[in-house]
Every structure is written in structure tokens, then in C-alpha cells.
């Protein structure tokens, strides 16, 4: 009978641990997208999550130098965060920093980055430019406006392998903990059945 109510148990264990191990939350897909090389300062930060997240939940940008960007009007709602980007950034590398609490009420951290590589400005013009005549320069305007290209558009994100690879060892850990739980109903069991 005990050992029914064992076995019971360890089956139990089996369907249940694992089930908690993969609720964590994970970065999807973001806006900017991870790796991304935009030729548009963007104007907001957009990240969704493969489960819904609290309203508590966070995020930062920061840039090459480590400095904070302002970021404003920061919400997380369902499965989405987002904020507004104050100002426009310069041509550099910046790093998105998230700290969520996910559905299974843990605390999960990541981060990405991308790279801004807007077109730099017009040069200052040359002072023969200038003293060229007004209607040569209303003339050629229109010509450099239709001959810009156009910004990519954002690709998906795969999602942030920081937050994948630190939970990938849980399956090893859920199998160490079920071996271990098993050897040791067996060394009882035999126990048992050699002192009778």
C-alpha cells in the first residue's frame, strides 16, 4: 500500500515540476529588434513576452557610455512594455535593460541592444554654394528630399538568449531530482525486504 502511494508521488512530481520549470517569462519580440541597425532614431521602446507580465515591470535604455536615456510614459500591460523616447538618439550602440515579473510571479532579467546609423546632415555649403543664385538652390531641394532612402522596417525579434540559456538547465536539475528521489525508494524497498 505504501508503495502505491509512492510511486503516486514520484509520477506527480514528474507532471508537475517540469510544467513549473517552463512558465517563466521570455522575451519574444521587440521594437527596435535585437541586432537591429536603424537608420531612424526611434522614437519609442516596444518589447512582448511569451507570457502576461505585472504592471510592476521595468525597463531602462542606456547607451554606449552606460548613461540613462529618459524614457518616458513606461507601461506594461498583458504581455507588453513600452515607453517613449524623450529625445532623439545619436548614432551610437544603446542597450535595452528589462526586469519583469512574470506570470509564475518570479522575477526575470535581460537585456539587447541595437544601433542607430542615421545619415548624417547635409554639409554646410561652400561659399560659391552661397553665392550662387536663389532659384538654383530652390531647384536642386526637392531633388536630395526624393533621392533619400526610405527606413527599414523593424524585423522580429528571436528573443533575448540571455534569459533562454540561464534556464535551459532546469530539465537536467528536474531529471537529477527525480533519479535521486527514486534510488532512494529503492534503497528502502530493499531495506525493507532484507531485514524481513
Known amino acids: 500500500m505504501k508503495w502505491t502511494r509512492i510511486i503516486v508521488l514520484i509520477v506527480a512530481a514528474l507532471w508537475l515540476i517540469p510544467g513549473a520549470a517552463f512558465a517563466h517569462s521570455v522575451l519574444e519580440s521587440s521594437v527596435p529588434a535585437k541586432g537591429e541597425k536603424v537608420t531612424v532614431s526611434p522614437t519609442e521602446i516596444a518589447m512582448a513576452f511569451n507570457t502576461e507580465i505585472e504592471s510592476l515591470s521595468k525597463f531602462k535604455l542606456t547607451n554606449e557610455s552606460g548613461e540613462e536615456i529618459d ?11 513600452s515607453g517613449k523616447i524623450a529625445v532623439p538618439l ?10 519583469i515579473i512574470g506570470a509564475d510571479g518570479h522575477t526575470v532579467s535581460g537585456d539587447y541592444s541595437f544601433t542607430v546609423e542615421a545619415e548624417e546632415a547635409a554639409a554646410t555649403e561652400s561659399p560659391a554654394a552661397e553665392s550662387a543664385s536663389p532659384t538654383v538652390e530652390a ?5 536630395e528630399q526624393q533621392t533619400e532612402p ?15 540559456s540561464a534556464m535551459s538547465f ?6 537529477a531530482v527525480v533519479i535521486v528521489v527514486m534510488a532512494a525508494v529503492a534503497g528502502v524497498l530493499v531495506y525493507r525486504r532484507n531485514k524481513k
Open 150 to 164: 526610405e527606413a527599414p522596417a523593424p524585423s522580429a525579434d528571436a528573443g533575448n538568449k540571455t534569459s533562454q
Open 170 to 175: 532546469t530539465p537536467i536539475l528536474v531529471v
Open 90 to 99: 545619436a548614432n551610437g550602440s544603446y542597450t535595452v535593460k528589462w526586469t
Open 71 to 81: 524614457v518616458s510614459d513606461s507601461s506594461a500591460e498583458g504581455n507588453e512594455m
Open 139 to 143: 531647384s536642386e531641394a526637392p531633388s
